[in-house]
């Protein structure tokens, strides 16, 4: 690639005009609200922290995270009761965020998780108190002293709390509220980082086990820096290509609608740029909603991070990055479609068969719910794939469906537990349904709603995921689809057969009784579950309405 | 000179960089590779910039560091505690987790 | 027609039976526990009134399908709410609701907690949890034959698999010997067959849904899962599948259907799962759920793919023949009681899918009448042989001897049972077995002909087993065998009693599933082969009449 002369002179006419004023940015802040709500309430957290004493911190965190959420929650409603999902979707902030169905949508779920999230982090009932009688929640009293060590009994016994956990978890939360709706690629990365960073220190937290919380932040921490390195060439390649990284403009150059210039017929001649530079992108993307082969660090971490964490981890996530996938190849990339469709159906393909295969020889609750997440990103893939309206609408009704049953069974997972912490290990779950029915039965209702029996939210997100793989002409992907549904059921069924129908062991974990934050999380998961499956007809309206990108 | 070898440069780096993440076990000398990796990106985002006749580039090439240098302060937070408490930074001795 | 919503009241009368059932307060006493029982009992019973209300305010030879409810469900995909029933699921819904009431009383210390050693009871749920998911599953498999919408068919046929799961899985026939290992492989080994089926079959609802959205049957862009909807669209040509496409679908139906009603080769499961559960259990799968295999297969193959069901028809027509000879002689050499029945239940599945597929109005008619007095003779069989076995505590044919001479209620009620699932003439299956037989060999004679080798069999493996059980000198153990009590009796009664009237008056169900055979005829494009000698339903149940009690 040689670069013509007329390119030197576009540079240095660009470089000549310094009499060029920038204009101020104009910021629509109503539409931004629901972000700006939740960063606020994030910087407001940091500010308690600071300035509160010890013993007030906890109740503030959670009256600010809540405050913020749930204004962040009134503020998407207002926005899609104005018609920002619909009619009056457009660019915000000057091309950087886009305010249409989508993202409303996808940041009233992840507002929603997140609220149940809190509930959980929140919860203090769980582990038994401290010396001097202080509760104990699920985070490490005090971050930065050494496992084991005098620093950490000491802190246990003063029952110091990680109270920043909350303000961390807005950070996250503003950056998964952003990234499905980034408009360019540059907010869009930024997003990323915003929810990871956090994401990779609230890993390290745990109370219990923490050599394994640390383990899980560490390779957490460096497999997502390489996947972002990866996301961040991707962005310069696809820059190098179209001369822009806004959405709008990429489609624009990819289709050939846009308006030719010496540079850009130089390097739009040169497919590679595009191709590799999107396979980047994509890379950075399927690492993070834990898809094959990207889906390495997936079981570790949700094993070793603190299961609230996890539990939020596992949904949240999920719901920001397919949100952001969803956006790149609907909106950026459909000029390509051909190109990377069977790059994807490979990756759906592996995704489902590898989780629900290596699913099967887990025997360890989160270990094996990691990998049924692995499936279940494969079942979102299909719905991607299908490249239509219903795509969109199926895969945002999947992952509001999904998200909540994920909650919901980590929230039962925190509660079994024996003297070590959480009881974890499948063995130790055997007979659970003898001796506590009720959270037996409740857990068997995720794992059916994670098999996809009908009158489950599972179902109706699976059918519609395969209904719109199958309109699309993916018939191939909807029986591999199926058939691992049917390898996966065989494993979640036999977690169902463990706590039915074995006998319970003398030394069996017991069920500690939750305060009302985390019963609360379980009700809103069982509600969601059996609401989403017997009644799906609203929400498959509101996202069939919100299933329409901007750019 | 051809600005196209900076590219030629920025793919070297990353490759390197990329190639340095695999082989290498050292936490630290991991996360240095994957800084490599994110000024790889920069480079070339700023000689695309240079092709292109637009600043955007460059721009971003500034959110690129200021993001890279928060990467720094959360990795090496969580890797200094795992040194703590191990007395070692090699990714081979974390280990308690496997299949 | 009144806009009373019968059918919803039907099948929702169990559903919230069994949601008080299990809300009941645990029970402290076995006096309590009584109280928690005779719930559910009455609440099967007013099902059976209701069923029965159904069937007599349905009007053989009216609408095809009467008593109908529409509502939007999921408008976005085109489900509807929509139930209605025919002929057919008339009398299943009544076979149903005669049975659940019949297997609970059959089964009412099943479930009963076992003294510890101190003589005291755990106090749980146990026990009403038992009555709880038989009531769930009767709900279920009511709105399966209910439903006129393939997506609210495939709900239920596919949700009524977790209550039979825990029944089979969580109450073992802890009368012969519980083995808790044995008995969750046999629920495990039931659930995957079945879920593999049904999954299956979810990518075919799929792709019938796809189709009929593409070929714009269904309102405003989405497509439709309405029975009549479709099969109207097919009569009239709006709909039309590729070849392919119908072959394709129908094979996604045919599989679930296949591993639900048992047809070799996908049985392997059943005599697994009745084997290890109760013989209460045991009935509710082969008498109950697994005609809503059989039951969907004249339904929902044969209406949306009359095409593809013509091609296979004889593909499937060997298979139930070999299911009929291999569940035979496989029955032949059982040496355990309730195997011995599941294998003879999949000889008698053969008759009933080789009655659908030979596609004559008589095989049809025959295969419908087929499902109900297989339905009842296998509950008085089984629930006899239950009887027998809670007294010896065995389930091997060598452990029995002379039981007719010491309780000879219970080896004439067992005498009746046996001869009912042989087809003796007089007793009700021998109508619908002779009809299925006629009905094949009309069209397809060698195939009529091997099936009857099914008919010997039956006869050696029924009289060895009771010649093995009840005849002979009397075993030690079996000396002491009380007759059949109070409770057992009731049980039985009925059951004997449908099966002698049947057998010399079948008319009433005859007129009943005639029509409706009729009309799934007409939608496979079928007419009966015009035999030499025609014979119908009605001239059979004459002729068996007369010579009835032979």
């Known amino acids: 690639m040689s670069v013509p002369d007329t390119v030197h002179s576009l540079w240095t006419v660009a470089a000549s005009s310094t009499t060029q004023t920038i204009p101020t940015p104009h910021i629509e802040y109503g539409q931004l609200s629901p972000m700006l709500a939740v960063f606020g309430a994030a910087a407001l957290g940091i500010l308690a922290e600071a300035f509160l004493p010890r013993r007030n911190r906890y109740w503030a965190q959670i009256g600010i995270a809540m405050a913020g959420l749930v204004g962040a929650f009134v503020a998407v409603v207002v926005l899609a009761a104005q018609g920002y999902a619909g009619t009056k979707a457009h660019l915000a902030a000057m091309g950087a965020v886009a305010v249409d169905g989508p993202s409303l949508f996808l940041q009233g779920t992840i507002v929603l998780i997140a609220v149940v999230s809190v509930l959980g982090f929140a919860e203090r009932h769980l582990e038994p108190r401290s010396s001097t009688g202080a509760p104990v929640d699920a985070f490490a009293p005090q971050a930065a002293t050494v496992p084991g060590s005098d620093a950490e009994k000491s802190a246990a016994r003063s029952g110091f709390a990680t109270t920043e956990v909350f303000p961390l978890t807005m950070f996250a939360v503003g950056g998964m509220l952003l990234f499905p709706a980034a408009s360019d690629l540059l907010t869009m990365f930024v997003a990323l980082e915003v929810f990871s960073l956090p994401l990779y220190l609230l890993c390290a937290l745990a109370r219990r086990r923490r050599l394994l919380s640390q383990e899980a932040a560490v390779k957490y921490f460096l497999l997502g820096a390489f996947s972002s390195a990866f996301f961040l060439f991707g962005l310069a390649l696809i820059y190098g290509y179209a001369g822009t990284v806004s959405i709008g403009g990429i489609a624009d150059v990819v289709s050939g609608t846009a308006t030719p210039t010496p540079a850009l017929a130089n390097t739009t001649a040169n497919d590679a740029l595009l191709l590799i530079g999107l396979a980047m992108l994509g890379v950075g993307l399927l690492f993070k909603v834990g898809a094959v082969p990207f889906h390495a660090w997936t079981p570790d971490v949700y094993q070793g991070a603190p299961t609230p964490v996890t539990g939020f981890m596992a949904s949240a996530t999920k719901v920001a990055a397919f949100g952001a996938t969803l956006r790149l190849l609907y909106a950026a990339f459909p000029g390509v479609t051909w190109d990377w469709r069977p790059v994807l159906w490979g990756v759906a393909i592996l995704t489902m068969v590898v989780g629900a295969i290596i699913a099967v020889t887990q025997t360890d609750v989160k270990r094996l719910l990691a990998y049924s997440s692995i499936a279940h990103a494969g079942f979102i893939l299909t719905g991607v794939i299908a490249m239509n309206k219903a795509g969109v609408s199926a895969v945002l009704f999947y992952l509001g469906a999904y998200s909540f049953v994920t909650l919901g069974a980590f929230a039962v997972v925190t509660l079994v537990r024996d003297a070590g912490g959480e009881a974890t290990h499948l063995s130790r779950w055997a007979g659970l349904g003898r001796r506590s029915p009720l959270v037996a039965a409740t857990f068997a209702l995720f794992l059916l709603a994670f098999a996809g029996i009908p009158l489950t939210s599972g179902f109706a997100g699976k059918f519609a995921v395969f209904q719109a793989a199958a309109s699309s002409g993916a018939t191939p992907l909807v029986i591999v689809g199926v058939l691992s549904s049917a390898v996966a059921a065989f494993f979640y069924i036999r977690v169902i057969v463990l706590m039915f129908f074995s006998d319970p062991r003398p030394d069996g974990p017991t069920v500690a009784v939750p305060s009302a934050f985390t019963a609360t999380a379980i009700a809103l998961g069982v509600l969601v579950t059996l609401g989403l499956g017997i009644l799906p007809q609203y929400f498959l309206h509101l996202a069939d309405q919100a299933s329409v990108f901007v750019r | ?99 | 027609m009144s806009s009373f919503p019968l059918l919803t009241v039907a099948a929702a009368l169990p559903a919230v039976g069994a949601v008080l059932t299990a809300a009941l307060p645990a029970a402290t006493s076995a006096k309590r526990r009584d109280i928690n029982k005779t719930l559910p009992l009455g609440i099967s019973v007013l099902t059976l009134v209701l069923a029965a209300v159904v069937a007599i305010r349905f009007k053989p030879g009216g609408a095809r399908y009467q008593m109908t409810e529409h509502h939007s469900w999921i408008s976005d995909f085109g489900i509807g709410y929509s139930l209605g029933v025919d002929g057919i699921a008339v009398v299943l819904i009544l076979l149903t609701a005669v049975l659940v009431p019949v297997v609970m009383l059959a089964s009412w210390h099943d479930a009963d907690p076992v003294a510890n050693d101190a003589g005291t009871f755990e106090r749980n749920r146990r026990t009403q949890g038992f009555f709880a998911l038989i009531l769930a599953v009767e709900a279920m498999v009511v709105l399966s034959f209910e439903a006129t919408d393939v997506f609210l068919f495939y709900v239920f046929f596919e949700a009524m698999l977790i209550p039979m799961y825990f029944l089979i899985g969580g109450f073992g026939d802890r009368t012969v010997g519980e083995d808790a290992r044995q008995r969750s492989y046999a629920a495990v080994k039931f659930l995957l067959y079945n879920l593999l089926g049904g999954l299956i079959m979810l990518a075919a609802v799929i792709g019938l849904y796809v189709i009929t959205a593409k070929q714009g049957i269904g309102t405003d862009g989405h497509g439709t899962f309405d029975l009549s909807t479709i099969t109207q669209a097919l009569a009239s040509g709006k709909l039309h599948f590729s070849p392919v496409a119908e072959k394709a679908l129908f094979l996604g139906f045919m599989f679930a259907f296949a591993v639900k009603a048992p047809l070799w080769p996908l049985h392997t499961w059943l005599p697994n799962a009745m084997g290890e559960a109760t013989p209460g259990v045991a009935v509710l799968i082969t008498a109950v759920v697994d005609k809503v295999g059989t039951y969907a297969m004249l339904r929902f193959c044969l209406q949306l793919f009359p095409d593809a069901s013509k091609t296979f028809g004889p593909a499937i027509l060997v298979l139930s023949l070999i299911g009929i000879i291999y569940g035979a002689l496989l029955a032949v050499g059982q040496k355990d009681i309730k195997r011995l029945i599941a294998y003879a239940s999949i000889s008698h599945f053969g008759f009933i899918i080789m009655g659908i597929f030979a596609m004559t109005s008589q095989g049809q008619a025959g295969a419908t009448l087929y499902m109900v007095n297989h339905g009842i003779s296998t509950a008085a069989l089984l629930l006899v042989a239950g009887f027998l076995m809670s007294r010896r505590g065995s389930r091997l044919i060598a452990d029995y001897g002379g039981v007719q001479k010491v309780a000879p209620v219970l080896a004439g009620t067992f005498m009746i049972g046996g001869l009912a699932t042989l087809s003796l003439p007089g007793l009700a299956p021998f109508v619908s077995e002779f009809l299925v037989l006629v009905g094949t060999f009309t069209r397809y004679p060698a195939i009529g002909i091997v099936a009857t080798i099914g008919i010997v069999l039956a006869a050696l493996y029924v009289l060895v087993l009771y010649q093995r059980t009840m005849t002979g000198p009397v075993k030690p153990e079996v000396s002491g065998f009380r007759d059949l009590h109070a409770r057992e009796l009731v049980v039985v009664t009925p059951l004997i009693a449908l099966l002698l009237f049947l057998g010399v008056y079948p008319k009433p169900v005859s007129d009943i599933v005639n029509p409706a055979v009729r009309d799934t005829m007409s939608d496979v494009h079928r007419t009966d082969p015009a035999p030499a000698h025609p014979i119908t339903a009605a001239q059979v149940a004459a002729t068996n009449s007369q010579g009835g009690g032979q």
Request: net charge positive; glycine share 6%.
């Open chain 2, 1 to 99: 000179m051809n600005p196209v070898n900076y590219l030629y440069l920025a793919a070297l780096l990353f490759t390197i960089g990329a190639t340095g993440v695999l082989v290498r076990r050292n936490a630290i000398v991991l996360f240095m590779c994957v800084e490599l990796m994110l000024n790889a990106s920069n480079l070339a985002l700023v000689t695309f910039s240079r092709l292109h006749g637009n600043l955007d580039g460059q721009i971003i090439a500034f959110f690129t560091m200021v993001v890279a240098a928060a990467e720094v302060v959360v990795g090496l937070a969580i890797i200094v505690s795992v040194f703590r408490t191990r007395h070692s930074a090699s990714v081979d001795d974390t280990n308690l987790m496997k299949l």
